[in-house]
């Protein structure tokens, strides 16, 4: 692209950075997709703030949160365009369900428009992926390459991701009218440390430690396709 920008404001700014790709005002749709969460509600699965904060750790600690955050350590890590290809092809292959893949690569798919309208950088390793878009992309891979490209530290863009999906999950059960917004607040302060510590865990892992032990997350999220009324798409 002949107009790419050269984006002054990654200079000293990661945080800024960070803060408008994962805002609700970055075009990716978060708010309509709840992780399977919509489904847990209906089954009785999750019914109150303390299933909620459980669901939430299971992901983050068991699930395809801490799943997404080794993928993202694996991407900041590649040293070539291939080990680059291959790391978002494997977050791709990692979805365990329709809606999941959907949720996935529908917000990579907007965030790589996005991105590519403001923020790309003209000279980064990781333009060949921006720039097919034939080429599915989930959420997760396209935030890893973005930091990568504006060399921001990767414990803070895990951070970041983190928790800003435990945040989509709690404005999910908000709507859901599982939880008010008080107790939301109550259920983040008290996940931080599970957040940290599945963050410091993706920053030492490996391919061979890819894997999730969350079955009821997926059963879930394939009852979620069938279910006739919805309010979210996953």
């Known amino acids: 692209m002949a107009d790419r920008p050269g984006v002054a404001i990654s200079e000293g700014d990661p945080q800024g950075l960070l803060h408008i790709w994962l805002s609700p005002a970055f075009p990716v749709s978060g708010f309509a997709y709840s992780q399977g969460l919509e489904a847990a509600v209906l089954q009785g699965t999750v019914n109150d703030g303390t299933g909620l904060r ?9 699930g395809p949160l801490g799943q997404d955050l080794i993928i993202m350590a694996l991407i900041d890590r590649a040293g070539d365009n291939a080990s680059l290809q291959e790391a978002c092809a494997l977050s791709s292959a990692l979805q365990t369900t329709r809606e999941r893949h959907l949720e996935a690569h529908a917000q990579g798919d907007g965030f790589r428009m996005a991105y590519r309208a403001g923020w790309q950088r003209p000279d980064a390793l ?60 109550r259920i983040t302060a ?45």
């Open 54 to 62: 459980g669901w939430l750790e299971a992901l983050a600690e068991h």
């Open 126 to 185: 990781t333009n060949a992926i921006w720039d097919d878009e034939a080429r599915p992309l989930t959420l997760a891979a396209a935030v890893a390459l973005a930091g990568r490209d504006h060399a921001i530290a990767c414990p803070v863009t895990l951070r970041a991701f983190a928790i800003n999906t435990v945040s989509q999950g709690l404005s999910a059960a908000m709507r859901l009218s599982v939880i008010g917004q008080f107790e939301a607040q």
């Open 190 to 234: 008290a996940l931080l440390p599970s957040l940290q510590r599945a963050c410091a865990d993706a920053l030492t892992s490996h391919e061979r430690d890819l894997g999730t032990a969350t079955v009821m997350v997926d059963l879930l999220s394939m009852a979620h396709e069938t279910q006739t009324v919805r309010v979210f798409r996953s």
